[in-house]
């Protein structure tokens, strides 16, 4: 279960590789809440046809050596940091429609 939570620090094509290491190396019991569990993840997770598949949530490709953190509010604002281009955006620029597109 320890190197469960690290799957999602690998290159989305490597994580059904990994996964499916660590299940192998699993208690062969029919019935436990292990293969409940893994079972449960591959289903939702780990398949290309899953609703959340590893391309959604594993780590993205990085070709910087930024550090990384695991603290997820830092990730957040890092990201949101990245997405603007100057440390003072000018906030003069007004709305052209009065309702918002989503």
């Known amino acids: 279960m320890k190197l469960f939570f690290s799957l999602p620090f ?3 094509s490597e994580v059904e ?3 499916c290491d660590l299940i192998s190396e699993a208690p062969d019991v029919v019935g436990t809440p292990i293969l409940k569990f893994a079972d449960y993840v591959f289903d939702n997770y780990i398949s290309e046809e ?7 949530w594993s780590a993205p ?3 910087s050596h930024d550090p990384r953190t695991t603290n997820a509010a830092e990730s957040y604002h ?3 940091n990245d997405m603007f281009y100057s440390p003072k955006p000018k906030n ?4 052209t429609s009065p309702y918002l597109n989503f």
């Open 61 to 63: 490709v990085s070709d």
């Open 17 to 19: 590789d990994a996964f």
């Open 78 to 80: 890092r990201h949101l």
């Open 92 to 95: 003069t620029r007004t709305a």
């Open 10 to 12: 690998l290159h989305y």
């Open 50 to 56: 899953a609703a959340f598949p590893p391309a959604i």
